[in-house]
C-alpha cells in the first residue's frame, strides 16, 4: 500500500517562499508519477504540478516560473519549491501519487489512487 505524508507547510508573506516535501513510502515498481494539488475554502481541488520518475515535469499555468518540483530518489521524496507566494496560493497542499510513468493528462485526480493528508499554505498580504 502506498502512502505519502506531506511537510513544510506554514504562513508566510506575500512574496515569501516555502518548501513542500512529500515522502513516499510502499511504491512496488518505478513506474509513477507524484503530483502536488491544492485546494482553497470553497474551491475544487487544482492539479499543481507533477514529476514522473525518470520522465519529466509539468506545471500548471499559474505556477510556471514560480514553482519548482523536484524528487530526491534515493530519498523516495518529492519537493515543491515555491517561490514569490502570493495570497491566492494560500490551500492546502496535497501530494499524490499514481501507476504511471508518463505525464499524459496529469491533471486528472482520478489517476491518482494513493493521497497525502495535506499540509497547510498560508500566504498574507
Known amino acids: 500500500q502506498v502512502q505519502l505524508v506531506e511537510s513544510g507547510g506554514g504562513s508566510v508573506q506575500s512574496g515569501g517562499s516555502l518548501r513542500l516535501s512529500c515522502e513516499v513510502a510502499g511504491l512496488s515498481s518505478n513506474d509513477y508519477c507524484v503530483g502536488w494539488f491544492r485546494q482553497s475554502p470553497g474551491k475544487e481541488r487544482e492539479e499543481v504540478a507533477v514529476?514522473?520518475?525518470?520522465?519529466?515535469?509539468a506545471y500548471a499555468d499559474f505556477v510556471k516560473g514560480r514553482f519548482a518540483i523536484s524528487q530526491d530518489k534515493a530519498e523516495n521524496t518529492v519537493y515543491l519549491q515555491m517561490n514569490s507566494l502570493k495570497p491566492e496560493d494560500t490551500a492546502i497542499y496535497h501530494c499524490?501519487?499514481?501507476?504511471?510513468?508518463?505525464?499524459?493528462?496529469?491533471?486528472?485526480?482520478?489517476?491518482?489512487?494513493?493521497w497525502g493528508p495535506g499540509t497547510q499554505v498560508t500566504v498574507s498580504s
Open positions: 514529476m514522473a520518475r525518470y520522465s519529466g515535469t
Open positions: 499524490a501519487a499514481r501507476p504511471q510513468w508518463s505525464l499524459d493528462a496529469w491533471w486528472l485526480e482520478r489517476h491518482y489512487n494513493s
